[in-house]
């Protein structure tokens, strides 16, 4: 089998591939490097031999994560025939509110919200439309992520009373039974590394980047001392769900900086056991515990179910 693919800097790399038995995959690559326009050609040939057991698991994919991100801008999220279609497609689990936009949209109640930062929702995707006409239908379970980078007001980070009052809201009044949350969307994107400024975070006013690069307020010590409240606040409402972070491996110091500050802020409460072995040499354990064991990979950005 012949693959090509176009690499950095347009270079196109072709590989033969050939297949062996019992599992093994052995892998003969000539890579093939030619120069661009104005610039002189140059050959190079390497051979390598890969051999993979795919016998050997490492861990199972949960039914959990196989799932969706829906969005609230989405006139069609709840209409009918979406949760069928949903269902046929083997999803089974439904993200709301959205990606980036969570940390602009502000619960109010099942039927009310609003978007901070002239951002839009739709006015059919409510929350309990949200529920009613897509989870309960579609048979999936819903992760549902908290406001982090606003408040109500838009004029600071997100308050763990509004978190708390969507549990309330949830699994108090309505009993819908929400196990998995989520504490802002990608909050590692929000300027305090150099050129990664796309989400939205108020916990820090000024969003120029010379001020934003390297805050105290936007670091990962910071967020992970702010999820702690959050946690705190979510979990006295309802003690038996399970609460995610935004963690990534290639930010630099991002998730050893956060499951440190979390791990402390939580510390005596019950609510998390992590390893104290995070140093600058030793890697932060590949496992986040709260109570019920949710477990929280590096590589994943939400949950692993028990």
Not at 23 to 34: F, K, N, P, W, Y
């Amino acid at each position: 089998m012949r693959a090509g693919i176009m690499g950095a800097g347009g270079l196109r790399l072709s590989e033969d591939i050939t297949i062996a038995a019992a599992g093994s995959l052995r892998v003969l690559a000539t890579i093939a490097v030619v120069c661009l326009a104005f610039r002189c050609a140059a050959f190079g040939q390497t051979t390598a031999t890969v051999t993979v057991n795919a016998g050997s698991v490492s861990a199972p994919v949960p039914p959990e994560g196989y799932g969706l991100c829906t969005y609230v801008y989405d006139a069609d999220m709840t209409t009918a025939g979406v949760a069928a279609e949903l269902q046929s497609s083997g999803i089974n689990a439904l993200r709301y509110p959205t990606g980036s936009d969570s940390d602009l949209y502000n619960f109010i109640s099942g039927t009310q919200a609003s978007m901070n930062d002239g951002g839009y929702w739709d006015s059919t995707d409510t929350f309990a439309n949200f529920m009613t006409y897509l989870v309960t239908l579609e048979g999936g379970k819903p992760v549902i992520t908290v406001n982090y980078g606003s408040n109500l007001t838009d004029n600071g980070g997100g308050e763990p009373s509004v978190a708390a009052n969507w549990v309330q809201y949830a699994n108090v009044t309505n009993n819908y039974g929400v196990v998995y949350w989520e504490i802002g969307n990608e909050v590692y994107g929000n300027g305090y590394y150099n050129n990664w400024d796309w989400e939205y975070d108020l916990h820090d006013l000024d969003q120029s980047a010379n001020d934003r690069v390297g805050n105290a307020a936007l670091s990962p010590t910071a967020y992970g001392t702010n999820a702690a409240a959050f946690v705190k606040a979510m979990k006295a409402v309802d003690p038996s769900i399970k609460v995610g972070l935004s963690i990534r491996t290639d930010a630099a110091g991002w998730d050893q900086g956060v499951f440190q500050a979390v791990s402390s802020a939580l510390s005596g409460t019950g609510y998390t056991r992590t390893s104290s072995s995070c140093t600058g040499t030793q890697p932060c354990p590949t496992r986040m515990f709260l109570p019920r064991k949710p477990r929280f990979p590096l590589r994943w950005r939400r949950f692993a179910p028990n």
